[in-house]
């Protein structure tokens, strides 16, 4: 957000916010640009009716869940209303120990999420390692 859409420097500026409606926007069209490059093995299989798809890591459930605050599965719709409250706050405003990534978390997962045809996420207290150890094709 604070490269590609606000156009400053990381180095110089710490935090995103406020984000406003039009970088909002700029931002989720930036996400689709990137969720368009999706390995079509993945995009294959979320084509496919019964694929749950799990939110791994902190983004999702620490990050996610806990701005949504209904749980730990969340749709694009509710992103949409979280997001829609947290527009124009500055960092104090969001008030989290993590306020400079809350707001642009939930901009990424909503443009993965629209981009990939993914309806619900079911989020999980794990890493990624956990995705690594449990896949069987790495341990043949």
Known sequence: MIEKVKGLKISQIQTPNPISQEEFEAG???VHSVAKKTNKKIM???AQE???VLG???VHYHSVCGQIKSGKEYTQ???KKTLQKKLGKTDKEI???Y???EVSNLILVLGYMQSLGIDKVKAKDINIAHGVLLYQALWK
Do not use: H, M
């Open 44 to 46: 294959d299989k979320l």
């Open 99 to 101: 306020a400079a990534t």
């Open 77 to 79: 719709d509710l992103l």
């Open 50 to 52: 019964n694929t749950l």
């Open 28 to 30: 989720l069209k930036y």
């Open 95 to 97: 008030g989290s120990k």
């Open 56 to 58: 791994i890591g902190g």
